[in-house]
């Protein structure tokens, strides 16, 4: 059994920031990427920001500038450092991770339940 768990989320002005976190656990060999993505009513989960296992990110357009991603592997923990929130951030956050877990070999996608993150003055 894998579990990602998400915290972090709330409600902030605009300009304001929030750090997300997500952590795994279970049977757990190693994880390979992991990232966050986001999803508002009606629409798609669209992704966020990415990062490797050795630290390599990649990020959307519209966060390039204002979010981080950040991971520690020892911790199974991702984070997103969101400064310069806008109204139009608003949204469930999720927490993804590719997991290998014991007896596999081959890493499978796992998802954290989600985070509201709301942007409004």
């Known amino acids: 059994q894998v579990q990602l768990v998400e915290s972090g989320g709330g409600l902030v002005q605009p300009g304001g920031s929030l750090r997300l976190s997500c952590a795994a656990s279970?049977?757990?060999?190693?994880?390979?990427?992991m990232g966050w993505y986001r999803q508002t009513p009606g629409k798609q989960r669209e992704l966020v920001a990415t990062?490797?296992?050795?630290?390599?990110?990649n990020y959307v357009d519209f966060v390039k500038g204002r979010f981080t991603i950040s991971r520690d592997n020892a911790k199974k923990m991702v984070f997103l450092q969101m400064n310069s929130l806008k109204p139009e951030d608003t949204a469930v956050y999720y927490c993804?991770?590719?997991?290998?877990?014991?007896?596999?070999?081959?890493?499978?996608?796992?998802w954290g339940q989600g985070t509201q993150v709301t942007v409004s003055s």
């Open positions: 279970g049977s757990i060999v190693s994880t390979n990427a």
């Open positions: 990062i490797t296992s050795d630290g390599s990110t």
């Open positions: 993804n991770a590719q997991v290998r877990r014991y007896f596999s070999v081959r890493y499978d996608p796992y």
